[in-house]
């Protein structure tokens, strides 16, 4: 069964655009959200966590836990935001750990 | 430094040989995973470890197999490689009990090709 969705594989904004990258999912009992970014030739990283409720590089995600959606969003997109996208999810004892497919995010300068 | 580190970076091999695929990290974390990915497409767990002489099987089926020795060294092994094996494998490790509860720190992953 599909844990998490990113229904959006790729997805382009103009420079200084509001961006929304989508993620749903399918967990029963109370999971731990993530974003993790791939910026070009780096390693995976951690962007944000539902836990932490902070934002990071001016994004932010809400978990909303009636439409299971961890929706990642910045009001104003930069070019260094260019990245591919991971929505993840991962039990609370973190022994089932879930990625979604990815969106890939172009700011258009 | 504390890192993740993947060796090799790039392997490309002959249909049934035994390669083993190698990570090792000195992040000091207990915890370490395999991870399977196509192009395209999602990150697959294949296999995780606790701790030494601990390891599962995780979501994916992999022929694979692995082994936890030591703590800072988690192999990945396939003793006869496929074309169907053709993917990036990446490895991570996370730390329980910390601020950074289930984060999950990545190395730079090992893109191998079977012909």
């Known amino acids: 069964a599909q844990r998490v969705t990113q229904p959006e594989k790729l997805l382009s904004v103009f420079k200084g655009a509001p961006v929304e990258l989508k993620c749903n999912y399918s967990?029963?009992?109370?999971?731990?959200l993530f974003w993790y970014v791939q910026y070009s030739r780096q390693r995976l990283q951690l962007l944000l966590r539902?836990?932490s409720r902070e934002s990071i590089k001016g994004f932010t995600a809400d978990l909303n836990k009636g439409e299971t959606s961890f929706h990642l969003k910045k009001p104003f997109a930069q070019e260094e935001d260019s990245a591919m996208y991971y929505c993840?999810?991962?039990?609370?004892?973190?022994?089932?750990?879930?990625f979604g497919t990815g969106t890939s995010l172009t700011v258009i300068p | 430094e504390a890192d993740i580190y993947q060796t090799p970076r790039y392997l490309v091999i002959g249909t049934g040989k035994k390669i083993t695929l190698e990570c090792s990290q000195t992040m000091g974390h207990d915890k370490m995973y395999w991870y399977q990915q196509d192009p395209g497409m999602e990150l697959h767990l294949i296999h995780y470890s606790y701790g030494v002489n601990s390891t599962e099987k995780g979501d994916l089926s992999s022929e694979s197999t692995v082994s936890r020795i030591r703590t800072e060294h988690f192999p990945l092994t396939l003793e006869s490689a496929r074309p169907s094996h053709t993917s990036q494998y990446l490895c991570?490790?996370?730390?329980?009990?910390?601020?950074?509860?289930?984060?999950?720190?990545f190395g730079p992953g090992t893109r191998l090709t079977v012909l």
């Open positions: 993840a999810l991962s039990s609370l004892t973190g022994n089932q750990f879930y």
């Open positions: 539902h836990i």
């Open positions: 991570a490790s996370s730390q329980t009990g910390t601020s950074s509860y289930n984060e999950q720190f």
């Open positions: 967990y029963s009992g109370s999971p731990e």
